[in-house]
């Protein structure tokens, strides 16, 4: 599938989208789709009803928890240093806030082909957490936007029923995020080594205080 | 009495025996199991009571869909937390006399699953239990002697004194916290009383494979 020619059309069909391409490096240099939020749920139609593409199968959704980044560089810069030009070395940070993803995998039954990989980013990871729902146009994705829900926290707009589907509703953590923090409940381990030691000494020190 | 003795009266045909005996004989011959299973473990448990390893020999054929009518619970695989609250309601339910057979890794630590956010480690956190099966699962052979096992544990039960069972001390209790669905986790995450009571009411010497206490090194 021609990613670039498939952007064309999307840009054309829909107009005023923005569809970004993001390249995969790895040998299976399977590249995907970056869809903007606001026109989403168009573009899937869209997506769905050309009868070029066609792709009429979502298989799967996956949700991704992106962390904050901060990346340092050397530059070497020009200074003033007693009067005297010098080059010295500083090292710059850029900040790259982090996002939640929802990943589809598209396939066309009737055209036998696919996968499209399109992606949907959040704002961030506290509060602008909201992605359309693509479940309007692929019934398949229903079930697996509510264990996105579930389990990274991205509200999906426009799903018939969003609770969760894994953990009880009384839950108020999302476990597959990357700062999940579990509950601890190692006081009992027969052999504990490594992150399950440290684990256990911290659940016996607790308990000692009870 | 004396055992010879009896030995000798049984060669000249009379059989002698005990209240004690013959009821103890009476339920370890009739243990009547839950019918549930919970993840994998379920199809070996499955497995032991089909044809080929048959556990009718041993009288416990009879699977009840009702707890009222069940006296074993074998809780057979992975208890989520998600899943505990019923699990323990459940035995909860059981009638008076009732015994726990905790069968395969999940059901008596967590398993391989055990650093996981939703799975219980060890059943025993909440109800108590009589034997403990290692496995992963356990083959048919393992949960039919814990279940020798489990009849060796009645059978050495006595009816009075203070090593009598759970069941006829009428200060122990025989229904334990139901965990609540919390925030973070299961409220509360253990019972912690749970433990000194099994230790205290439980009758020794009767060679169980349960005697690897939990909460202890």
């Not at chain 2, 002697?145 to 489990?150: E, Q, S």
Request: some cysteine.
């Amino acid at each position: 599938m021609n990613l670039e020619k498939i952007k064309l059309d999307i840009e054309t069909a829909v107009p005023g989208c923005h569809v970004g391409i993001i390249l995969n490096g790895s040998p299976c240099a399977q590249h995907s789709l970056l869809l903007d939020r606001d026109n989403a749920l168009e573009v899937a139609r869209f997506l769905r009803d050309d009868p070029e593409l066609h792709l009429d199968y979502c298989s799967n959704v996956s949700g991704v928890d992106w962390l904050d980044t901060e990346t340092s560089e050397k530059v070497k810069v020009m200074k003033l240093v007693e009067g005297v030009e010098q080059e010295t070395e500083e090292v710059r940070k850029t900040r790259v806030p982090g996002y939640l993803e929802a990943v589809y995998h598209l396939y066309s039954m009737e055209k036998k082909h696919g996968p499209l990989v399109i992606r949907m980013r959040t704002g961030n990871r506290t509060d602008r957490i909201t992605l359309p729902s693509l479940t309007p146009v692929w019934r398949s994705a229903e079930f697996q936007e509510r264990e996105i829900f579930d389990l990274y926290g991205i509200i999906f707009e426009g799903h018939p029923d969003l609770r969760r589907i894994l953990m009880w509703d009384e839950f108020e953590d999302h476990p597959m995020r990357k700062d999940y923090v579990e509950p601890n409940d190692y006081e009992y381990e027969p052999t504990p080594h490594d992150a399950v030691l440290e684990k256990s000494k911290q659940a016996r020190a607790i308990e000692g205080q009870q | 009495m004396d055992t010879e003795l009896k030995n000798e009266l049984s060669r000249q045909g009379i059989f002698t025996t005990t209240l004690e005996e013959v009821y103890n004989w009476g339920r370890r011959s009739s243990v009547w199991p839950l019918t549930f299973g919970l993840a994998c473990c379920a199809i070996e448990m499955i497995a032991t009571s089909m044809a080929r390893y048959d556990l009718a020999r041993f009288g416990a054929e009879v699977f009840r869909p009702s707890p009222r009518q069940a006296d074993l619970m074998i809780v057979a695989g992975t208890v989520t937390k998600k899943m505990a609250p019923q699990v323990v309601r459940l035995y909860n339910q059981m009638p008076e006399p009732k015994y726990v057979i905790a069968m395969g890794a999940c059901a008596i630590s967590g398993g391989p699953f055990k650093q996981g956010y939703n799975v219980l480690k060890g059943i025993d956190r909440y109800i108590p239990v009589d034997v403990h099966i290692p496995g992963c699962p356990p083959r048919p052979e393992a949960l039919i002697d814990a279940f020798i096992t489990l009849q060796k544990k009645i059978d050495a039960q006595s009816l009075t004194g203070s090593n009598r069972p759970r069941y006829l001390d009428a200060d122990a209790p025989s229904e334990f916290i139901v965990p609540e669905y919390g925030a973070h986790d299961l409220e509360p995450p253990k019972n912690v009383k749970l433990w000194n009571i099994i230790y205290k009411t439980a009758p020794n010497g009767s060679g169980t494979t349960s005697e690897n206490e939990p909460g202890k090194d």
